[in-house]
Each structure stands twice: as structure tokens, then as C-alpha cells.
């Protein structure tokens, strides 16, 4: 009994890697996105094929001119999610416009391919979404573009410190240029005038004073 059961395991796996070999490769997740606008009506045949020897299920997916990829997407997952086996896949939309197809275990058990399409202005991308792919881009030990580099803290007891350096060779407005100097306001002197001093009139000289009157000359008596 036990070698009959063994026969017959080998004899699935090599069903399976003969599978493999030959038909398309197997995914556990596969990814549908559909771009563009359609501009004419048409049809999308897809193909889903299981590892476990079950016939390819075909669908096909009706779609109208002028539909956009949105309104495409949920016609591809309502489409297959009524047709295909929920015990065998789950079919969901995913965070954008695209359809997730993939096995209710997370094993790479089915292929699932777009056979054909014959709407104008609209391309299906169909690849898988396997965990176990390697990065299309290698690790990196270092940034390619190396950070800037940091200026010291301002000392904190001279914040907002902004006065231009000594040597700055940046003349001042006005300055040997012809220029007035109109970066600071002129604000309306709002003081009184000022009060010119009084002055008197000047005094009138003193009288001149006359010369004493000379006395006349007496002449000798006669003898």
C-alpha cells in the first residue's frame, strides 16, 4: 500500500515538473494591469492553468469603447472571479488599478496568460508576484548622492546673530554711488519750531561833552 502511494506521488511530482518545462511558468500571485483608454470594443482572452493536471480554463472579457482602467479592472475581476474555482483561486482588485489572482495557500500552483486582445489604445500587463524573486535593483553599501554637509549650532548666547562679516564688500545704499540712501525711513520732525531769541535795540551813545571855554587874553595896561 505504502509503495503504491509512493508510486503515486512521484508520480505527480513528475507531472508537474514536466508541466513546468513545458507550459508556462507556475506563481502563487499574478498581477493584472490594464493601461490606457480603450477607443475601440472588443475582447481580452485570458488562460488559467493549474499544476494539478485539470484542463486550462479560458475567459474572456468583454470590453466596451471608451472604458478607462478603472472600469476595466473590475470587468477582469468580476469576470474571473465568477468563472474560476474559489477553492482553487482568490480573485480581488488590488490598491490601484490592477487584479490579483492567487492561491488561497500561497503555493505557486497555476499560470495564468492574456492569449489575446483586440482593443485599440489598451495594454495588459500580466506578470507574477512571487515573495521569493530577487530585487531587480542590488543592495547598496553607501547613498549614491552623499548627504550635505551640516553647519555647526548657532552659541545660544548670541542668537539671530545675522550682522554681515567685516570685509563684505557690499557698498550701502548712497554710499560713493549717487544714490540716495532710502532704506530707512524719513519720519516728519513733529516738534514745535524752534523760538528765535529776542534781541534788544542798541543804545544810543552818550552826549559828547563840549571843551572847557577858554578865557580870552587880557592885554598889558598901556604906561
Known amino acids: 500500500m505504502n509503495l503504491r502511494a509512493s508510486s503515486l506521488v512521484a508520480a505527480l511530482c513528475a507531472a508537474t515538473i514536466a508541466f513546468a518545462a513545458k507550459g508556462p511558468p507556475l506563481a502563487g500571485v499574478w498581477n493584472i494591469a490594464p493601461s490606457g483608454r480603450a477607443e475601440s470594443s472588443g475582447e481580452l482572452h485570458f488562460r ?3 499544476n494539478n493536471g485539470s484542463d486550462p480554463v479560458d475567459i474572456t472579457v468583454p470590453v466596451n469603447m471608451g472604458a478607462k482602467e478603472d472600469s476595466i479592472a473590475r470587468s477582469i475581476r468580476n469576470t474571473l472571479g465568477s468563472q474560476l474555482r474559489r477553492d482553487l483561486y482568490r480573485v480581488e482588485l488590488g490598491e490601484g488599478v490592477n487584479v490579483l489572482v ?10 495564468l496568460e492574456l492569449i489575446d486582445s483586440d482593443i485599440d489604445n489598451l495594454r495588459i500587463a500580466v506578470q507574477s508576484v512571487t515573495p521569493a524573486a530577487p530585487p531587480t535593483v542590488p543592495p547598496q553599501s553607501a547613498p ?3 548627504p550635505p554637509a551640516t553647519l555647526p549650532p548657532a552659541s545660544a548666547d548670541a542668537p539671530g546673530d545675522v550682522a ?3 570685509d563684505s564688500s557690499t557698498p550701502l545704499p548712497g554710499t560713493d554711488m549717487g544714490v540716495p540712501d532710502n532704506s530707512t525711513p524719513r519720519v516728519p520732525d513733529a516738534s514745535p ?9 542798541p543804545e544810543a551813545p552818550p552826549p559828547a561833552t ?14
Open 48 to 50: 488559467v492553468t493549474h
Open 102 to 111: 492567487s492561491d488561497p495557500r500561497g503555493q505557486p500552483n497555476f499560470s
Open 144 to 146: 549614491a548622492v552623499p
Open 164 to 166: 554681515p562679516p567685516p
Open 193 to 201: 519750531p524752534a523760538t528765535p531769541p529776542t534781541t534788544s535795540p
Open 210 to 223: 563840549p571843551p572847557p571855554a577858554t578865557p580870552p587874553s587880557e592885554l598889558p595896561p598901556k604906561p
